[in-house]
């Protein structure tokens, strides 16, 4: 007897970061009958950085519940392009995987001075890697200064997934877009790691329902448990970096959230819909600094 296929119909929603992408993961977390997941995009028209992390978080979290990969149906050619471009279906190939391949494929290429495609971490030696390849692609658009940030904040997402995470398929992608005369950059990680609490405590995240917003609180006021033993401020630089530049920070992990603007303007969001891991996006603007 062939399974039944489960539709999850999916809002216009990636194209938001933070909290608009909140709607997605309730839909992911609700009670959902048995079968093979389905999502359905015809709604979507437009994705962001970390409606791309949040399509990973999904496919993953869904295909370990069903145990068979979950489907993407009914994507438009300009989304279908997008998501192509960034690597989503090459990296999730074990868990995400479209109806149709398209005839009209995005011309990937390594050369391109506008992204950072999907990228795992998985060891040390790929945050050296990420970080080079991120130097080549952003020099071109962003001021040294500014460029120097990005780079430092990236350091600092990709050492938290593989020191403190434990997921070996904790992702990072970055994409700039140009507003008038300013350069957007939009950085985005995720991880189905032990969360922030659970590194934190040295532990997995065996308690759920615990409330993990004082453990967010912590590691923005510097608590850490990274391997190397060095300071814990890096969060909080991240925040400092992002408000400097007019930006900010979404950090997210277990059933909380934080966001902030700079230091001083944390806001705080309880009783999310509980996402294993942690996810983050930062937003950081800067002059165009045409070479």
């Known amino acids: 007897m062939a399974e039944d296929f489960v539709i999850i119909k999916v809002p216009n929603i990636l194209g938001k970061d933070g909290y608009g992408i909140e709607r997605f993961y309730n839909l992911i977390n609700k009670p959902l009958p048995h079968g093979q997941y389905v999502l359905d995009l015809r709604q979507v028209n437009f994705i962001r950085p970390y409606g791309v992390i949040a399509l990973v978080i999904a496919g993953r979290n869904l295909s370990k519940r069903s145990g068979k990969t979950v489907i993407i149906k009914n994507i438009s050619m300009k989304v279908y392009q997008y998501l192509e471009r960034m690597n989503l279906f090459e990296v999730s190939s074990d868990w995400l995987q479209p109806t149709d391949i398209l005839e009209l494929r995005w011309n990937r290429t390594l050369r391109t001075y506008n992204l950072l495609e999907l990228t795992v971490v998985n060891q040390f030696e790929d945050i050296g890697t990420i970080v080079s390849r991120a130097d080549n692609i952003f020099k071109r658009w962003l001021q040294q200064s500014y460029l120097r940030?990005?780079?430092?904040?990236?350091?600092?997402?990709?050492?938290?997934?593989?020191?403190?995470?434990?997921?070996?398929?904790?992702?990072?992608?970055?994409?700039?877009?140009?507003?008038?005369?300013?350069a957007v950059v939009r950085l985005a990680v995720g991880d189905l790691g032990c969360g922030v609490r659970g590194s934190l405590l040295g532990v997995n995240e065996s308690n759920v329902m615990e409330d993990s917003f004082d453990y967010l609180l912590k590691a923005?006021?510097?608590?850490?448990?990274?391997?190397?033993?060095?300071?814990?401020?890096?969060?909080?630089?991240?925040?400092?970096i992002a408000g400097a530049s007019n930006g900010c920070l979404w950090l997210r992990s277990g059933n909380s959230a934080i966001f902030s603007r700079g230091i001083g303007t944390i806001q705080g969001i309880r009783n999310l819909a509980y996402v294993p891991g942690t996810q983050v996006t930062v937003e950081l603007r800067s002059p165009l600094d045409m070479k």
């Open 149 to 182: 940030d990005l780079l430092n904040v990236l350091i600092e997402l990709c050492a938290n997934i593989y020191e403190h995470s434990g997921d070996c398929y904790g992702c990072v992608l970055i994409q700039k877009v140009t507003y008038l005369d300013q």
């Open 220 to 240: 923005m006021n510097g608590q850490t448990s990274r391997l190397t033993g060095r300071g814990g401020l890096g969060l909080r630089q991240v925040e400092r």
